[in-house]
Every structure is written in structure tokens, then in C-alpha cells.
């Protein structure tokens, strides 16, 4: 299991961001982009179902569970990648203003959150580490609510420089 969690954090923390970050510097469509970063996600969480013998012989029913809080209701177009975790992943694009559940509680998203994306399993303090996969990814730059999208505004790498055309074609160092 270890092997598998291991493999699970490499393909899918620090793949996409590589990818994002090479296919950006090309010109890369930001659609194209998010698409293959969507597949990227999804395919990591299948190497690592697989890896670990879990997804063999379950039902759709018990699969979606697994995806979701264990504990509490969560809407479907999320997935919990691990239960240590304190972000969730849209397994489909949220339009802001959507209402969605996290573990029992009803939150309005404030903007839109793409297809792969991070939000917010829970409220975060500034400097509080974000955990996927159960690993530590960055950490957030001011307090974040349950719910909000965590990206390049207001979630730093604590592993690899982050580059974006928001930064005006350059690197953001750390």
C-alpha cells in the first residue's frame, strides 16, 4: 500500500503541475490544458486504486462512496483522494454561485472551479499545509472557507516554482 500511495503522490501532485507549467510555456490552449490535467487526476487515482487491489469487484454504488466522505454526505462532483486529506477535487466544472455539499453542509461557491481543481474540504488558516493524496502539496497564503477554490491565488508549492500568464510569463518563485 505504501508503494501505491507513493506512486499515487508522484502521478498525481507533481505530474500535472510539470505538465501544466510545460504545456503553458508551448501555448498550450488553456483548455487543452485543464483537460489534460482532468485526465491526469483521474488516471493517477486509478493507478493507485489499482496498485493497492482496491476497485476490484465493487459495485458503482460502493465506488462512489469511496470517492466521497466515508462520514458525511458530499455531493457526487466531488472526490476525496484520501481521508487525510483537507481538499477535495471537482470531478466536474462548478459554475460559482452552485450550491454544493461538503460532509453535511451546504456551501455557495463564490466563483467557478474547473474541472480538476481543488476546493476546500474544510475552512484553512494562512500558512495551514494542504494535504492530496494524504501528502502535503503547499500550503495556503491567507485563510481560506470550506468550499473555496484553492489554486495559484491563494496556494503556494512548497516543492516546485509555479508558472502562469497571470505572472506576466514568468516563474513565481517561492
Known amino acids: 500500500m505504501l508503494h501505491s500511495h507513493r506512486l499515487g503522490v508522484r502521478s498525481g501532485v507533481l505530474l500535472p503541475g510539470v505538465v501544466q507549467n510545460l504545456l503553458t510555456l508551448v501555448r498550450v490552449p488553456s483548455f487543452g490544458i485543464r483537460a489534460i490535467y482532468g485526465a491526469i487526476i483521474l488516471g493517477s487515482l486509478r493507478v493507485v486504486r489499482l496498485a493497492s487491489g482496491e476497485g476490484r469487484n465493487q459495485t458503482a454504488a460502493s465506488r462512489r ?83 473555496e477554490h484553492l489554486h495559484t491565488h491563494n496556494l503556494e508549492s512548497d516543492y516546485l516554482p509555479t508558472y502562469t500568464h497571470d505572472a506576466g510569463h514568468e516563474f513565481i518563485h517561492h
Open 65 to 147: 462512496t469511496h470517492l466521497t466522505s466515508p462520514l458525511l454526505s458530499t455531493d457526487p462532483r466531488l472526490i476525496l483522494l484520501s481521508p487525510a486529506d483537507n481538499c477535495l477535487i471537482a470531478a466536474a466544472r462548478l459554475d460559482a454561485g452552485t450550491q454544493i455539499e461538503i460532509e453535511g453542509e451546504i456551501v455557495t461557491l463564490a466563483r467557478t472551479i474547473d474541472l480538476g481543481h481543488k476546493l476546500a474540504r474544510r475552512q484553512l488558516a494562512k500558512d495551514d499545509k494542504v494535504l492530496r493524496y494524504g501528502a502535503v502539496i503547499g500550503h495556503v497564503t491567507g485563510a481560506v472557507a470550506r468550499g
